[in-house]
């Protein structure tokens, strides 16, 4: 199975710009990157996904690098809603299952 | 509102006991799985299922049984709890297996003494 690689802690301040890496040397061609993250005492949630492009929506952006081994998730303002567990997951060619790491946690300092 | 429901919210099991737990969903989604998430650690898979009437394991299924009769509901059976399945457990939907738009519930904490 393709694996991802997460700093296990980040820190950032409110209102500032967040950058979440993750790694995944080994990711094939067909893979999917999807970010998903864990607020405090709740399931997780989806943020974004992507395959080759970058791609933006209401939550994030999500900057792949162009050989795919690593990939950046970046939130262009943290809040403090923000503060999370969140993790960078490779999908399996086959589709059936999404395999969750331990993640970043996140904080957001005031 | 449209979503996941998980029941119940949490429980206390003593070893050997069995038990269900509930999970149902309102979006017509195909894709349904449940994980186990132990204390400061990932997701793990423990079964899903593609549609009605078909289901498979996932990463560790052993003490847990499934099946899904209709669309909206895939219970997760617990045959003789044990203290290794204390854990929060979380039922998952999507429209399809593709892994984008899962939608999460909310959890159910088991403790099994």
């Known amino acids: 199975d393709a694996k991802t690689t997460q700093p296990n802690s980040m820190e950032s301040n409110e209102e500032e710009p967040v950058h979440l890496p993750c790694n995944h040397s080994t990711i094939s061609g067909t893979d999917y990157i999807h970010w998903y993250r864990q607020l405090p005492s709740q399931g997780p949630e989806y943020v974004i996904h992507g395959l080759t492009s970058n791609v933006n929506n209401r939550m994030a952006s999500l900057a792949i690098a162009e050989d795919r081994k690593s990939s950046t998730l970046i939130l262009h303002r943290a809040t403090l809603r923000d503060a999370a567990v969140y993790y960078c997951?490779?999908?399996?060619?086959?589709?059936?299952?999404?395999?969750f790491g331990e993640g970043t946690q996140l904080t957001v300092n005031p | 509102n449209a979503g996941v429901t998980q029941t119940p919210k949490f429980q206390v099991l003593k070893t050997g006991q069995s038990m269900t737990l509930q999970c149902a969903q309102d979006?017509?989604?195909?894709?349904m799985s449940w994980y186990r998430q132990d204390p400061g650690m990932g997701l793990r898979l423990i079964h899903y299922?593609?549609?009605?009437?078909?289901?498979d394991q996932g990463e560790v299924p052993n003490g847990y049984n499934v099946s899904r009769s209709t669309t909206e509901d895939f219970p997760l059976r617990l045959l003789s709890a044990a203290p290794s399945q204390t854990s929060v457990y979380f039922c998952?939907?999507?429209?399809?297996?593709?892994?984008?738009?899962?939608?999460f519930g909310s959890g159910t904490r088991l403790t099994v003494v």
């Open positions: 998952a939907s999507s429209r399809n297996r593709d892994g984008y738009g899962y939608t």
């Open positions: 997951i490779l999908q399996e060619t086959s589709g059936s299952r999404l395999t």
């Open positions: 299922s593609v549609g009605a009437g078909i289901t």
């Open positions: 979006m017509n989604h195909e894709y």
